[in-house]
């Protein structure tokens, strides 16, 4: 049943307020799940619902929010027992009021593959469960909420849609730059989530009313779903802990989103039932402005990754180069899996203007319906381009629309009856755009006109699937000039009309028209300018062709697109000679490709950079002034908001595949092979960073030492024993984070508690020689040699056999 339906008489539909916050008020024992409070403690959940159906919600989230059975394992309830609990103790709060109750799902707590180690399909398979028990335990909604990473909403909204018939609503939390945590824009997630068919699309936490309205307004100019926000109670006092706004404060501000067709509202941390009272009162007698937003909205074609959308009002380059058909190397890349060269070609192809990439998986010994996914997971860790599907196999194209992040689109379908009933439908389901060729089962035709009529039957039969029409591409098709001269000038003509008759947007594989002919980039960029003329949209190229690069920065100063020029004369006002500056500094610089490379998130380049910088360098100097500074660099990039976490994490593991080349140089050295010494080592608590207590470890290694190594994230007391129990006198503590320096201070005084026997060195990037001494560490190290140095010092040239 529709959202819609269930509220069909409301003007406002009220949502509650925060379970955490009165949880905590009610004075429960909240132990590690309250979820579980539920079934413990049923009619103290009931009241605490009740308060706020009385206070006027119409909707009210079940004590549900992380009832999956990751986070329940150990704790002695199966998540049927748990959601049972949940939704039954709030329908008891809605017995004889017109309340519904909602399935309220929050993030998982484990961070999806390629940033975490938990598979899309373990996520749906998670969700699914709690889906399952939600729906049979009698929930009217689904909610997600306060979810950060679009990809994991995905599997939820997967699993939501294919295991119940419930109404379905999203809300993301995000931080005052519009972006979640992962990098997450709002577009993406407005566009994403429609396109999966949700009911309606929100906000909750994080920030308080004031701080949501700039976001929820760009969330209402991206859909056309109903809209819905849970701000906080203002911003969190840091001295108090509590919220910074009252219940007229807080309604006050909530009017704004009356304003801006907002017709869903409701509170998040720090609300209680007086909130939810105060924006009913507040609302009463206002009319919805939520009709007068949908008619605002603008329908645009558009694709999206979850950090970069991209919106086809120009000439939007796709690059044509992931295709086996023509392209040796990728062929044989396919064969060989050598994934890393589809990447690099994914990187370069953006690199040089392709907004939108091409990747096409289908050749004979390769099964595209494994292939295909995979490609599309791994090209999307490294590049934010949205990807155009290019694949007529439904199995393979249904596998990676499932795993794809965003909105993509599918190239394609053809006028033959069969194929678009095989295909439109898994472009609906999984609101993806679709590209229609101008052909059918006779070929393709000679005439505009015929052309124009397939193309008049492709888009009827989208939209009977009711794929809306700006999710509408006709691909007018090109035959080689050098066979079927006279028709070439049928696709410039079949653009046109089919622009302007049908209103869809045309993509077009350019070079075809070449076919046969010498020197065939004169031909491409000609024919491109013509047809950009007529009115093409989506030209399929190789956006390494300069030429053809050329027509298009010309045709977007021409059109007006390219305002003041811009683009094109950052492009084309160098001069010859500061253009030969660059291509040279390009040229000669590994460390530029090592630095590329970790920024990138491409292993295997990096891997490579890092060798034949070992051919003219020392492993300390390559760790020192490349792998270090690369890493810096990305740093710095995160720390200022222009990369994301999962960006973060492919770049490191980029730099990781440097550093194990040198550390497994270091470690073949021919050194000493006796034992000088027990050294126990460890990245502090609270702190996953390890990359530099690795390279620690193998110079000591290196040195003769034997390093007893407890990993990261190391509880104080492990580090303890392990100095107990291997009798070590030397420990080496390592920490990466200003937060986690309070580890590094606890874990040096549980040492010196014990009055153990041994001497403490500490290190990391954000440490000090004065920090050092102020938490009474034996030592400070600045890097991996100088922890050897401190070894030498403190066992002498002793030798243990
Ligand atoms: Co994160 N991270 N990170 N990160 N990360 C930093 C540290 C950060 C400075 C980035 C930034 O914002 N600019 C920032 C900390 C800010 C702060 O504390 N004020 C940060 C943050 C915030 C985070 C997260 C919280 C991000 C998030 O989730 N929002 C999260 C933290 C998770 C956690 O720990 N609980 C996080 C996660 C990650 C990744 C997983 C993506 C990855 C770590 C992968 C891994 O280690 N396996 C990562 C990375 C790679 C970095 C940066 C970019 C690089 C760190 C590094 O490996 N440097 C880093 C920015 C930066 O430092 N420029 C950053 C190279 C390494 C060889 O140097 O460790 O200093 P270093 O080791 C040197 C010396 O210091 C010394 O020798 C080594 C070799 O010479 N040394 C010792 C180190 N330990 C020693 C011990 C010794 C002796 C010498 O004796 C025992």
């Not at 150990?74 to 809605?94: D, P, R, S």
């Amino acid at each position: 049943m529709k959202l819609k339906n269930i509220f069909s008489t409301k003007k406002y539909v009220i949502l509650d307020g925060a379970m955490g916050t009165m949880l905590q008020k009610s004075g429960l024992e909240l132990g590690e799940r309250p979820e579980i409070l539920a079934a413990t403690h049923p009619e103290k959940i009931t009241a605490i619902h009740r308060m706020y159906v009385e206070s006027g919600a119409d909707l009210i989230y079940a004590n549900t929010f992380g009832a999956n059975s990751h986070k329940l394992d150990g704790f002695g309830y199966t998540v049927e027992e748990v959601i049972t609990a949940g939704v039954k103790a709030a329908k008891a709060a809605c017995e004889g009021t017109a309340a519904l109750v909602a399935l309220d799902i929050g993030p998982l707590g484990e961070l999806l593959e390629p940033t975490g180690t938990l598979s899309f399909e373990e996520a749906y398979e998670l969700f699914k469960e709690m889906v399952t028990a939600g729906s049979s335990a009698g929930a009217d909604v689904i909610v997600f909420e306060t979810m950060t990473d679009l990809y994991e909403v995905k599997a939820g909204v997967l699993a939501a849609k294919e295991n119940s018939d419930l109404p379905i609503m999203v809300s993301m939390t995000f931080e005052s730059n519009s972006r979640t945590f992962a990098g997450c824009t709002v577009e993406a997630m407005a566009m994403t989530l429609e396109g999966l068919g949700i009911d309606a699309v929100g906000i909750n936490c994080s920030l308080g009313p004031k701080e949501i309205l700039p976001i929820a307004k760009e969330l209402c100019d991206n859909t056309r779903l109903p809209v819905f926000v849970k701000p906080n109670a203002g911003l969190p006092n840091l001295n108090t802990g509590s919220y910074d706004i009252d219940p007229a404060e807080f309604a006050e501000q909530m009017l704004a989103y009356h304003e801006i067709g907002i017709s869903m509202l409701g509170g998040c941390c720090g609300t209680t039932p007086d909130y939810i009272k105060a924006i009913v009162t507040k609302f009463q007698g206002l009319e919805t402005k939520a009709y007068e937003k949908e008619q605002r909205y603008i329908p645009k074609l558009r694709a999206c990754s979850p950090t970069l959308s991209v919106t086809v009002d120009h000439v939007t380059i796709v690059g044509e180069t992931i295709n086996p058909m023509g392209r040796k190397f990728i062929k044989q890349a396919y064969l060989n899996e050598d994934m890393d060269v589809i990447l690099a070609c994914g990187v370069e192809q953006v690199e040089n203007g392709a907004e939108i990439l091409d990747v096409n998986a289908g050749m004979p010994g390769i099964d595209e319906r494994l292939m295909l996914p995979r490609v599309v997971k791994l090209l999307q860790s490294v590049v934010d381009a949205p990807i155009l599907l290019d694949s007529q196999n439904p199995e393979a194209l249904e596998a990676a629309l499932r795993v794809y992040n965003g909105k993509p689109m599918i190239n394609s379908t053809n006028a033959d009856s069969d194929l678009m009933d095989r295909i439109l439908p898994l472009a609906k389901k999984y609101g993806a755009a679709i590209v229609g060729l101008t052909l059918d089962e006779e070929g393709i035709p000679e005439t505009a006109e015929k052309r124009f009529e397939l193309a008049k039957r492709i888009v009827e039969r989208a939209l009977s699937y009711g794929i809306p029409k700006e999710d509408l591409i006709i691909d007018c098709l090109t035959l080689a000039a050098s066979v079927q001269q006279k028709e070439a000038s049928q696709t410039p003509k079949a653009i046109k009309m089919i622009k302007e008759q049908l209103g869809v947007k045309i993509l077009l594989g350019v070079s075809n028209i070449s076919f046969g002919l010498p020197q065939r980039e004169i031909i491409n960029r000609n024919f491109l300018a013509v047809a950009i003329n007529a009115g093409l949209d989506m030209p399929i190229m190789n956006p390494m062709d300069e030429g053809m690069k050329e027509a298009i920065y010309a045709h977007n100063v021409l059109s007006g697109y390219d305002e003041g020029s811009k683009n094109y004369i950052e492009k084309y006002a160098k001069t010859p000679a500061q253009d030969k500056q660059n291509k040279d500094k390009k040229n000669d610089s590994t460390d530029t490709d090592i630095a590329h490379a970790v920024r990138k998130g491409l292993k295997n380049e990096t891997k490579l950079a890092t060798e034949q910088l070992l051919e003219s360098m020392e492993e300390m100097e390559v760790i020192n002034q490349k792998l270090i500074p690369a890493l810096d660099a990305l740093g710095a990039l995160f720390e200022k908001g222009d990369i994301f976490l999962p960006q973060l994490i492919q770049g490191a593991q980029a730099a990781q595949a440097g550093f194990e080349v040198v550390n497994k140089r270091l470690a073949a050295k021919d050194t000493e092979t006796v034992n000088r010494g027990k050294i126990v080592l460890a990245t502090v608590k609270g702190d996953i960073h390890d990359i530099g207590k690795n390279i620690v470890k193998i110079i000591l290694q290196n040195y003769g030492y034997q390093v007893i190594d407890l990993g990261r994230d190391v509880p104080i007391n492990s580090v303890v024993e392990a100095v107990k129990k291997h009798e070590a006198k030397l420990v080496g503590l390592s920490a990466l984070m200003t937060t986690t320096l309070k580890s590094m201070e606890e874990t040096v005084e549980a040492i010196h508690k014990e009055q153990l026997d041994c001497k403490i060195i500490v290190g990391g990037a954000v440490l000090t020689e004065d920090y050092a001494k102020s938490i009474k560490a034996d030592y400070y190290a600045k890097d991996a040699k100088k922890s050897a140095d401190i070894a030498k010092e403190v066992f002498g040239n002793q030798i243990k056999l």
